[in-house]
């Protein structure tokens, strides 16, 4: 099992966590793209945080998700980014990098 890095567990990153949960009204953005309403539960890092620590406090890489979505991004064995996670990082960057 992989070892879940000590950032989740920082008291910044519950606070963040929950900002950014109120931002997005607790909705997992992703199925609302295609007009469903699923509680968010994970907050996904768009610029995945074991790359790009930089972006790891950043608001505008952090996106409210389900788990069913949260998956999709993410390759379950490598933790890498699926397509479907690549093509999200594509269509947010400009808004993440300044
Ligand atoms: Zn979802």
């Not at 949960?21 to 995945?48: N, Q």
């Not at 620590?53 to 950043?58: E, R, V």
């Not at 993410?74 to 960057?93: A, F, I, M, P, V």
Request: with cysteine; net charge positive.
């Amino acid at each position: 099992m992989k070892e879940i890095n000590p950032f989740y567990r920082s008291i910044k990153w519950k606070s963040k966590r929950e900002k950014i949960l109120r931002r997005d009204e607790y909705l997992c953005r992703e199925c609302k793209r295609y007009g469903k309403s699923t509680t968010a539960t994970v907050i996904h890092h768009v610029f995945p945080l074991e790359h790009f620590p930089q972006y790891s406090m950043k608001s505008s890489n952090l996106y409210s998700c389900c788990n069913t979505c949260h998956n999709s991004f993410h390759d379950r064995d490598s933790h890498e980014l699926t397509e479907k996670g690549k093509q999200l990082l594509e269509r947010l960057k400009s808004e993440i990098v300044e």
